[in-house]
């Protein structure tokens, strides 16, 4: 059975003073990442703050590369089918994220991925990710 990824146009992700550097980013086709001033762990869902240390942080390019750790497609919940994947990056942070651009039945845990961005309704484009 095949299962063919359809472009879909996301919704827009809410924007604030304190994530705009990243929707800037990925508006230029880069991912961002914080990082930690003090103990220099990244971390991913962006915090002001470490959640590590509660230490200061700042944002840091990230390589866009990444592995499968766990995935779900979904076929009868939308009108069309969509893969939700939890992607872990090189960098070391497992983000949630869509699986696009593959067939959605060859997509795999442990599988490399590299980020794309795809468009939103009325906003910066969503980092998602396809298949190496």
């Known amino acids: 059975m095949s299962t063919p990824y359809t472009p879909q146009v996301l919704t827009s992700p809410e924007q604030s003073p304190e994530n ?23 971390h991913w ?7 590590f240390c509660m230490g200061e942080t700042y ?8 592995t499968i750790y766990s995935y779900s497609v979904t076929r009868r919940a939308a009108p069309t089918p969509f893969c939700m994947a939890y992607v872990t990056l090189e960098e070391g942070v497992t983000m949630m ?36």
Request: net charge positive; aromatic share 8%.
């Open 97 to 132: 994220t869509r699986i696009v651009d593959c067939d959605l039945d060859t997509v795999r845990i442990g599988q490399k991925v590299q980020v794309t961005f795809t468009p939103t309704d009325n906003g910066p484009p969503m980092p998602t990710f396809k298949p190496l």
């Open 45 to 51: 869902y962006p915090r002001t703050l470490c959640p």
């Open 20 to 42: 705009a550097e990243f929707w800037a980013a990925a508006s230029e086709g880069r991912l961002l990442v914080r990082h930690c001033e003090r103990c220099e762990k990244p």
């Open 59 to 66: 944002w840091k390019a990230a390589s866009g590369r990444g």
